[in-house]
């Protein structure tokens, strides 16, 4: 054979190969549909779940497209979690507090009463060994659990009346969620979940007399100003609340390991973006609520806190004596960190905190 047929044949050889190749790269793209408990871009959750969507398709180099589909559009909000589990989406961006019917112990992945704040509760699964137990209990649904953001501490919510003791509490219909309600429960309170848009219609008709959802930025978004002036804080129900994504755990271990890095990263890389654009967006808008939506900031009297910190005291002796070990100890990890971050804040963000405090010239 002549050379210049040999190179001719090499190059039609390569050409053919790249034909044929081309396909198949194409053919090895994952497409992804991640289902969510939010209305599509609500300021928060919302933008927080596009982001995810986007930074893992980004990440993997596009060799998975994630869709994203907002409540309603694939299944219900509150179904997100089972359609992830079951496989009908390979992904989902919620809150571990939806889904206490599944295990009290999934509870704690997202807020506990007087619990961790934000850079805690990553510390705790990052380094105190909270994402072994919080990959054994979603291993039992056939979930792969990822922290992706997280509110910064919650508000106490949005009340019709003024609180002035704990009796005020005592038959109030409030919505709120997770451990948070279980703890309002506790003091009296009659306690109801639903969206944040079922909770307007609520506070607007009487159904609700008060109610929490998450905070300034995204509660102003939904118009809870309109129908209850009085805003309470502290927000000791959720002093943080973690924002997760969870993946189908069959989808997760059918990635390559650099698919698999892919994912996790990608939620691990918006924990903090997603939580500093709250706290940057809350104050602004809180600003907002007072000057221009005649909002009342309201403490809660000290003999409410206490009072909810002891019912919040008797949620946690609850979860170390449920029937299901693995709640066990989870709670018990939970508590030992917990208090392990308590003693050191005391001499370090706290004492920087009550420090900024203090009447200086600045």
């Known amino acids: 054979m002549k050379r210049r047929d040999l190179v001719k044949g090499v190059a039609l050889g390569t050409a053919a190969a790249a034909t044929f190749a081309a396909p198949a790269i194409a053919q090895g793209i994952r497409q992804w549909k991640m289902v969510t408990a939010w209305p599509k871009n609500l300021p928060g959750p919302g933008v927080a779940a596009q982001m995810l969507a986007d930074r893992i398709t980004a990440l993997s180099g596009g060799r998975i497209e994630v869709k994203l589909y907002a409540a309603g559009e694939l299944v219900p909000g509150r179904g997100v979690f089972d359609a992830a589990s079951e496989g009908t989406a390979e992904l989902y961006h919620a809150v571990p507090a939806y889904w206490g019917s ?169 924990y903090n973006p997603v939580w500093t654009e709250y706290t940057t967006n809350h104050a602004r808008a809180l600003k907002q609520l007072v000057e221009e939506q005649g909002v009342q900031i309201r403490k809660l009297p000290d003999e409410v806190i206490v009072a909810m910190g002891n019912a919040a005291g008797e949620v946690m002796t609850d979860l170390r004596e449920d029937s299901d070990e693995l709640v066990r100890r989870i709670t018990e990890s939970f508590l030992a960190y917990r208090k392990s971050v308590a003693d050191y804040m005391t001499y370090a963000d706290n004492g920087q905190m009550n420090a900024r405090a203090l009447d200086y010239t600045y």
């Open 102 to 270: 599944k295990s009290k112990g999934i509870l704690l992945f997202g807020s506990q009463p007087f619990g961790l704040r934000a850079d805690e509760q990553f510390g705790w699964l990052a380094h105190g060994g909270g994402q072994a137990l919080y990959d054994e209990m979603y291993g039992r649904f056939g979930l792969k659990p990822f922290l992706c953001g997280n509110s910064g501490p919650q508000w106490q919510g949005w009340f019709r009346d003024e609180i002035a003791s704990v009796d005020d509490l005592r038959g109030l219909k409030f919505r709120t969620t997770g451990l948070a309600s279980e703890m309002c429960s506790k003091l009296g309170m009659a306690v109801q979940a639903m969206g944040g848009r079922d909770m307007f219609q609520a506070l607007q008709s009487g159904a609700l007399d008060a109610g929490e959802f998450i905070g300034p930025w995204t509660d102003s978004a939904l118009g809870f100003y309109q129908v209850a002036k009085n805003y309470y804080w502290p927000g000791v129900g959720e002093p943080s609340s973690a924002e997760e994504c969870g993946v189908n755990l069959a989808a997760y271990n059918d990635l390559p390991d650099d698919l698999k890095q892919a994912v996790a990263y990608a939620c691990e890389s918006l």
